[in-house]
């Protein structure tokens, strides 16, 4: 019997840019996000009697880093059958955002549900970290936090049970001929910059207002806190010391500027980036298409989408 499970992707508020154990995918901070209504992956896994296999968005695909995670699974759950994972992404490209985070929650909770393991949450966020850092908070609707934990069991994330509140994230997509860094490959060499352990002290008392902003439903707060953590995020990798960086474009920087611009004319804008030149702009429903517009004044070739607060981990 096959078992399909969806999982939306999210946008982390207080970042995690660093690793203090890169086997079990550690984080070196704890980390914030919202959960994204419009970007999910849909994925099925059904038992086959030769070998795992993969098929993403009806294409067959030999990708090391998900056999790698099959395996990691059987460690933890039981040696299982051979699976064949069918996996939909509904993130579009357009978009700029990364699938990974909901690729890796959907192929764990359909893959615990084939073997019939009623597992909590937490216990199918953890085996998610491992695939990927991020998909450990794609588990649940609106807000998550990551704990960034001392082990394999103490790392995992959990609902933050915050409050409605009209949230939108107006996601600008600007072209990125540049070769990316991945993800991976940006923490190691931000860990390097001299101001890493400063960033972390920042960062943890961030995670403090960030929760309290989330539960009083200050979005101004929140846009706030979430604008200084990332760029203070992009300062890492600039100041790196093995092979700075920047993912930052020239329209990235227009961007930047035009949200400002905003801010001074009392529309509520932030913007958060993640390991692209991507620009996230958090506001409220109410003034989304005002950002939508005022971004497309500027720069009228850009992609630009809203997105609101999306639901937890689904099952057919
Ligand atoms: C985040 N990002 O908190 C941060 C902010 C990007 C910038 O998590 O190495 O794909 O697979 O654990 O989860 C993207 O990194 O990294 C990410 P791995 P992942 O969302």
Request: hydrophobic share 40%; glycine share 4%.
């Amino acid at each position: 019997m096959p078992s399909t499970a969806t999982a939306h992707t999210n946008i982390a508020l207080i970042k995690y840019w660093g690793k203090k154990n890169t086997r079990l995918n550690l984080p070196t901070t704890s980390s914030i996000s919202l959960t994204l209504d419009q970007f999910y992956t849909k994925t099925t896994v059904t038992p086959n009697s030769q070998a795992d296999q993969l098929f993403i968005n009806g294409n067959a695909t030999d990708a090391t880093r998900v056999h790698n995670f099959l395996n990691n699974l059987r460690q933890y759950l039981g040696d299982f059958e051979p699976l064949t994972v069918t996996s939909n992404n509904h993130v579009p490209t357009s978009a700029g955002l990364a699938s990974s985070a909901s690729a890796f929650a959907a192929l764990t909770a359909a893959t615990a549900r084939e073997l019939n393991f009623n597992l909590p949450l937490t216990t199918l966020s953890r085996l998610a970290r491992r695939g990927s850092g991020s998909a450990s908070r794609s588990f649940y609707g609106h807000f998550a936090i990551w704990h960034e934990g001392i082990d394999d069991t103490s790392s995992f994330a959990e609902s933050l049970n915050a409050p409605a509140m009209p949230i939108a994230l107006v996601v600008a997509e600007v072209s990125d001929a540049a070769k990316k860094v991945g993800s991976t490959e940006g923490m190691r060499r931000a860990v390097t910059s001299p101001d890493y352990q400063d960033w972390l002290r920042e960062s943890a008392k961030q995670l403090v207002d960030m929760k309290q902003a989330i539960q009083h439903s200050d979005i101004e707060k929140i846009g706030a806190i979430a604008e200084k953590n990332a760029l203070s995020m992009h300062a890492l990798n600039l100041t790196a010391r093995q092979k700075p960086f920047t993912y930052f474009t020239c329209d990235t920087q227009r961007i930047l500027s035009i949200v400002s611009d905003l801010r001074h004319q009392g529309i509520l804008a932030f913007a958060t980036l993640d390991a692209g030149p991507n620009v996230k702009i958090i506001t409220t429903l109410d003034s989304a298409k005002l950002v939508e517009a005022a971004l497309l004044s500027e720069l009228p070739a850009l992609h630009v989408q809203t997105a609101t607060s999306g639901s937890g981990i689904i099952y057919d």
